[in-house]
Each structure stands twice: as C-alpha cells, then as structure tokens.
C-alpha cells in the first residue's frame, strides 16, 4: 500500500509539472530543430531572387521576411511568389507607422487578414516589434500598445487561423519589455531582435549569447513556455567608421558561429532564426550581408549544412483548409453554376455556408452537397462568393473569391504594365525598384516630387465603349497624397489625384470613361504631387452592363 501510495503521489506531481499546456506544441513549432528564415529583398548580388539567393548559399530556406506598414495591403503577389519557389512560410514586420491610435478594426485590417488567409500558407505576424526602443512611433504607451495588439489577436484568431502573432522585443534596454507583453493567450510565439555591429561604427565586443538571454530565459520557460525566434539576427563583416571603411570578415564568421553552432545545446526553444541580410551602412554603418563576400557565403553555407536547420515548416494538420473548387478566382462566367469546394484535410463539415456580396446564398450539411447558382435573376459585375465551413468539433475556415458573370459576353480586361509595350516615361529622373512586395509584376518606376515628368499607359483598345480606368501603386510613408494622373479619353480630358500613401498593392478605380477604338486615348501621371509618385500598372476594363440588342456590337469583340 505504501508503495502504491508513492507511485500515486509521484504521477500527480509529474502532471502538475507537465501539464498538457506546458507540453503542447504551438502553432507551426517544431517538435526539433530550427527553421532557417532570412530576410533578402535587398541582397546587394540577387535583390529578393530566392532562387539565386538560395543557389549561391546552398539550401532551401523554409521562411522569407518582408515589411508592411499600417494601411499598406498584405503583400499578396510575394506571399504567392515565395510560395511558387518552395519556400514554406513568410514573416511579415507589421509595422503601425501612424502610430497605435490609427490602429482600430476595420474594413482595412479585416481585408488584410482575408488575404492573409488566402497566402494558405504558415504566416508569422511581427506586429509592432521592438517596443521597448523608444525612438519608434508605437513606444510608450504600454496599456495602449497591449490593448491594441490584443485587439489584432483576435481579429487574425477570427479571420486567419494560419497566422502565428510573434511578440519581438529588442534585445535591450529590458527594463520595460515585461510591461509590453499581451499576455500568454494572446502570443503564439516570442521574438527577440539582435545584430552584432550595429550603428557604432566599430564592432561590438559582447558575446552575441548574453545579448538574448534575458528574453529567451524569461519566455522560454514556465510559466510562458513559449517557442522563441529570431525575426531578425546578423553579424557585420564590414563597416563604416565616419568615411572610412574597415572589413571585420573574422569578427563576422566568430559571430555567426557562436549563434548557428551553439542554438541546438544552448537555446533549443529557438525555433526560427532569420538572417537581415542587407549592406546598410549608409544606413547605420554595418554591412549584414551574405553574398558580397565569398569567405561569409562560405561559412553561412557550413554552419546551415546541419540537419538541425530545417528547410521546410510542415502543414499543420489541426488547421481546416477549405477552398473553392467552382467557381474559380477571377472566372467569368456566362452560364448557370453549380458551386463545389474542397477540404484538407479530409475533415467532415456538418455546416457549410455560402454568401453572395455579403447575402446568404445556401446552407447545407456536408462539403459534397453542391447549391445550384441561377445568374439569371444577377446583373453583369464583380460579385464576391464566400464559403464558411465547420467541423462537428468546432473547428472553422473560410474561402473568398470574386467572380465575374458576363452574360451578354462584353467583359473585356487591359493591364498595361510598366515594363510592357504601351508604357513609357518621358522628363527624366524615373528610377526602377523591386523595394516594396505589393507591386504589380516584377517591378515600378517611381519619381521624386517635381514639375517635368511624366509616365503614361496607352492602350489599344479593340473597340470604341465604356472602360473602367484602374491604378496599381505599391505604398509607403514617403508616397504622394495628391499623384495627378490623367485619364485622357473621347470625351475630353479629367485628372484624379490619388493618395499613394495608402490603397497599394490593388486595383484603384479612377473612374469610367468612353474612349474611341485604337490608340488614341491614355493615362498619364505626373510628378507635379507632394512626394514621390509610383508608376506601376493601369487597368482598362470594358463596362460589363448588360446592353440593349441594338448596341451589342459595340460590345461584342
């Protein structure tokens, strides 16, 4: 009995100390190794080139970063991009660049977090990080700053359960950082940001090992027991003391290899580690990056080669993935459908839901029951299909599509790019970047603020009508609130101004115009605004009214 006694009293210690939230995984964690993320948009050889990038260090990297600042859109194309090159999951620095009290739920975020959700792929939220610097626009106010960053939590719990919210102090000052924390049920992981090198001019003498301690000691371990990350890690292997340039490529590798070589004994809860790698010193004097330097290139590619880094960020079976199958993003249709969708996993759905722009359409009872869409009693136009699906045991996702229905066959779509035919610049003074991932195709040009240049898209159109005029533009802080463009079509000419500030990375309606068949009619943009104008992509889009008999040829190509 005394023996039995002990083993009883032993086995409800052992469940006090490993009780199953203590044990659980979180969301997307590793039950071993490190993921390998970096950061390579302005990689000075292969500028956002995962391929290249990737090539040149010798393996696949499971998770690349990107910025966005508040009322910037999610950077849809390059979450699509990443995805096409194989990588398994992005990490977005959200960042509110107007300070927390522009931060409220709204159409803006819920749309953001939609298209979130539609990436259907791990994405780590780095919201508002490094708090405890005081020199950022968030810092400060530290109730504020938990309530809205609370207020995000649940607004991505509702509207993308494939994002992992990471809380990212700096690695100092620590006074203040156990004063920003949201709470245990409100992050999904804990990050600590962390350079050797950074803005002294010279280089930094502390081991990099107790520059993260005191975050991963505190988070790491109960009561948080959080997995910890590195969103954003590297060491120098050159710098800028005032105008003098000094390489320290022995400092660089000493560096890296304290951190890659020891995580796996030293720091196992670290469970991403992603690379900066970009030359900046004209920004803080420290050059971060991988490939401009062989000796680097070829100890990254050593201390990444262990198995202990992980190439890949596997799907977490827990998450529903529910998706249309009919019809399909973007499809016109002309004739009645059935609509249809897919699961994976292969959960069974006891309610599935279908809106039609925002109006319940259909209810039924399993994924395999497919409602019939009669388009007679809908207009020609841009309709928004949802479909919500739940397991018997609670668990939800969502899909969204738009669709077109063209009955009378008049839908017609023009996107002039501006590295295609019917794009030009003239003035001078027009530079080309990659810099911001909510551009249109690979590129945009952009132009300070001024008074002689212009962009223009001049479209051949293959019939006389109504056309929609649509502007895609990539956003920042630094972008014209008044870009003029030009809309110069049969009936004269109207110029829209624009805030580049903000509604990037879509289509901007600017009106609708008729324009003569041919060449003649055009969009233009000029530099005469308040900052730098982006000359990206203009959409044509022939009116989809439905058309009386006598005007069908007008519309029928």
């Not at 959200?94 to 159409?107: I, N, R, W």
């Not at 780095?126 to 309530?147: H, P």
């Not at 920004?283 to 990444?304: G, L, V």
């Not at 949802?386 to 018997?392: A, D, E, F, L, R």
Request: glycine share 6%.
């Amino acid at each position: 009995m005394r023996w039995n006694s002990l083993i009883s009293i032993l086995t409800i210690l052992i469940a006090g100390f490993c009780s199953p939230k203590a044990m659980a995984l979180a969301k997307y964690e590793p039950t071993q190794g490190c993921y390998l993320g970096v950061y390579i948009q302005q990689d000075p050889i292969a500028p956002g080139n995962i391929y290249a990038f990737e090539t040149t260090v010798g393996k696949k990297h499971a998770c690349y970063l990107t910025y966005c600042g508040w009322s910037g859109p999610f950077p849809s194309q390059w979450a699509e991009y990443v995805k096409a090159q194989g990588a398994s999951a992005i990490q977005i620095g959200f960042e509110p660049s107007y300070g927390l009290d522009t931060v409220t739920d709204s159409a803006y975020i819920r749309k953001w977090a939609q298209d979130a959700h539609a990436s259907r792929m791990p994405v780590f939220i780095r919201w508002a990080s490094e708090m405890n610097l005081s020199e950022f626009i968030w810092s400060g106010d530290t109730a504020k700053y938990v309530e809205k960053w609370r207020l995000l939590y649940n607004i991505f719990k509702e509207e993308a359960p494939n994002v992992v919210m990471v809380w990212a102090p700096n690695w100092s000052p620590t006074a203040s950082i156990h004063s920003y924390y949201p709470g245990d049920e409100y992050v999904d992981w804990v990050g600590v940001d962390m350079y050797m090198g950074l803005g002294t001019g010279t280089t930094d003498t502390r081991d990099p090992r107790d520059k993260i301690k005191f975050v991963y000691d505190n988070y790491s371990a109960a009561p948080h027991n959080k997995p910890i990350m590195f969103p954003e890690w590297a060491a120098t292997h050159a710098y800028l003391n005032g105008t003098t340039a000094y390489n320290c490529v022995d400092y660089g590798i000493a560096n890296t290899n304290l951190i890659y070589d020891q995580l796996s004994t030293e720091f196992p809860k670290i469970k991403l580690i992603t690379w900066f790698d970009y030359d900046s010193r004209s920004i803080n004097h420290a050059d971060f990056s991988i490939t401009d330097n062989y000796s680097i290139i070829t100890n990254y590619h050593r201390a990444i080669s262990d198995s202990y880094y992980l190439s890949s960020i596997p799907q977490d079976t827990s998450l529903l993935n529910v998706c249309f199958s009919n019809p399909t993003a973007e499809q016109i249709i002309t004739s009645n459908q059935y609509l249809s969708i897919t699961t994976y996993p292969a959960y069974a759905l006891n309610s599935v839901v279908y809106t039609i722009n925002g109006e319940f359409f259909s209810r039924q009872t399993s994924q395999y029951d497919q409602p019939y869409w009669d388009i007679a009693a809908y207009d020609d136009g841009y309709y928004e299909i949802k479909v919500q699906g739940y397991t018997p045991d609670g668990i939800f996702d969502y899909d969204i599509i738009d669709t077109i229905i063209d009955k009378n066959n008049d839908y017609l779509s023009i996107i002039i790019d501006n590295d295609q035919s019917g794009f030009s610049t003239s003035g001078g003074g027009w530079y080309l970047s990659t810099s911001q991932s909510d551009r249109y195709g690979d590129n945009y040009w952009y132009h300070m603020a001024g008074s002689n240049a212009t962009a223009s898209w001049r479209p051949v159109l293959p019939n006389a009508g109504e056309y929609e005029v649509f502007a895609w533009w990539s956003v920042h802080i630094n972008r014209a609130t008044d870009a003029p463009y030009l809309i110069s079509s049969a009936s004269g000419s109207t110029t829209i101004r624009v805030n580049q500030e903000a509604n990037g990375g879509r289509w901007n309606s600017l009106g609708t115009y008729y324009f003569n068949q041919g060449n003649s009619g055009y969009v233009a943009l000029s530099n005469d605004a308040d900052d730098i104008v982006i000359a990206d992509a203009v959409r044509f889009v022939r009116n989809t009214k439905w058309v009386e008999l006598q005007d069908w040829a007008l519309y029928n190509p």
